[in-house]
């Protein structure tokens, strides 16, 4: 039975990256399963297999997780439903579920023998020198080398805390108060452009009140991610303070359109902006890491945008983050994304991003705002260009007040 034509592999991550030839023959040997209702697959048991949902639904379980419902339509299938280093992990198929198997030894196998030639190197623009160092960084990837940051401990705790749906404000409070510097930046936050509450607060647990819990998780979490933007490379260090910057000017930008729109959760979209090209972290360290030598800044930059995606993807998923950042840091350049619905995560952060290469004018290949389909799915019937204009204009402060509160 083969329910997968050539453009859903090219969607699966990782085997995706392969050549034409060897995906077809991963495709040829792997196994497709029909499952019945309450079937049961655990990652222990599935370890030598990339196993991904094809067709129907099913529940996934993962440690310390409340159980997730996943279609085959959702971003998150196009992984793997077992994280290489959660042995714990299970999923119980609902009607019509059909699950592939895809053999990881032999997708290390091909990774191994491929070797880029000249029709890839022009089809993907890079150097052999660039391509061996694709290669390289993309095996380490692959077989589990390329260290993945973890998610600061404070943001862990509350993550945990969460989890549990009887977790109060007092809960959150306790983790928060054991670092004075996070309670500090949460209590401003309180009291400033995120709530505008007429009376200040001035207690942890008072901010977390009126935050919300959830807000309250997710600016803890962006807070506390900026301290991976660090590294002892005095190559490298110029590199990650810019990409810090620009993903706090997207994370203000989606937060300012978030809130002037009334479309999504403007906090969310302010980690959403923060987390857009986490993925370069893990690239950077292994550079790092393994005393890399890159003279030529043009060969880095085409490395990192050629790999920020898959690894990206893998960070949220160690991380287990919510699933529409996965979408974010695989598409957040595709200018002409267009999916069914209502505007999403991955199209409010499309559009900042336009805004903030407009702002530094780093003109080349973006299009026309009030011509992209995310921008039309959030302002739909006003795509004048005086009117795109006027929305960052008007969002301005708001943008500047974000940052200052994301700098601190």
Not at 77 to 90: D, G, M, Q, S, V
Not at 108 to 132: A, C, H, K, Q, R
Not at 168 to 188: G, H, W
Not at 310 to 338: K, T, Y
Request: glycine share 4%; charged share 25%; hydrophobic share 45%.
């Amino acid at each position: 039975m083969q329910l997968f034509n050539n453009t859903l592999l090219k969607k699966l991550v990782p085997i995706k990256q392969l050549q034409s030839e060897h995906l077809l023959k991963m495709s040829e040997q792997s196994q497709v399963m029909e499952l019945v209702v309450g079937d049961e697959l655990i990652a222990k048991e599935e370890h030598r297999w990339f196993v991904y949902l094809i067709k129907g639904k099913l529940d996934l379980l993962e440690a310390n997780s409340p159980a997730v419902l996943l279609g085959a339509e959702d971003i998150r299938a196009y992984h793997p439903l077992f994280n290489e280093a959660e042995h714990k992990t299970r999923i119980i198929a609902h009607r019509g579920c059909v699950v592939a198997r895809f053999d990881k030894q032999l997708f290390n196998t091909f990774v191994d023998d491929e070797l880029i030639t000249n029709e890839e190197l022009e089809t993907v623009e890079m150097s052999e020198v660039e391509g061996n160092l694709f290669n390289e960084i993309m095996h380490a990837f692959n077989i589990g080398n390329l260290k993945l940051p973890s998610l600061p401990d404070i943001a862990v705790k509350v993550k945990q805390a969460l989890n549990n749906p009887d977790a109060s404000a007092e809960d959150v409070a306790l983790i928060v108060t054991a670092d004075p510097a996070m309670a500090t930046r949460l209590i401003n936050a309180a009291n400033g452009p995120l709530t505008r509450g007429v009376d200040p607060v001035d207690s942890i647990q008072a901010a977390i009140v009126r935050l919300g819990l959830q807000t309250s998780k997710d600016l803890i979490t962006s807070f506390a991610i900026k301290q991976l933007f660090n590294t002892k490379s005095t190559m490298l260090n110029q590199r990650m303070h810019e990409l810090y910057n620009t993903s706090v000017d997207i994370a203000a930008i989606s937060f300012a359109l978030s809130k002037q729109s009334g479309m999504l959760s403007p906090d969310h979209m302010l980690l959403a902006g923060l987390l857009h090209q986490i993925g370069v972290i893990p690239i950077l360290s292994y550079i790092e890491d393994t005393g890399l030598i890159i003279t030529d800044e043009a060969e880095l930059d085409n490395i990192i945008k050629q790999l920020r995606g898959a690894v990206g993807s893998m960070v949220i998923r160690h991380w287990e983050l919510s699933g529409d950042l996965l979408a974010v840091v695989e598409e957040f350049e595709n200018w002409q994304r267009q999916e069914e619905g209502e505007i999403d995560t991955c199209d409010m952060i499309i559009i900042a991003q336009i805004y903030h290469q407009l702002k530094y004018h780093l003109l080349e290949d973006v299009p026309k705002i009030e011509q992209v389909p995310a921008f039309k799915k959030l302002y739909p019937g006003k795509q004048e260009t005086d009117f795109a204009q006027n929305v960052f204009h008007e969002a301005q402060e708001e943008i500047a007040l974000i940052m200052q509160i994301l700098k601190i």
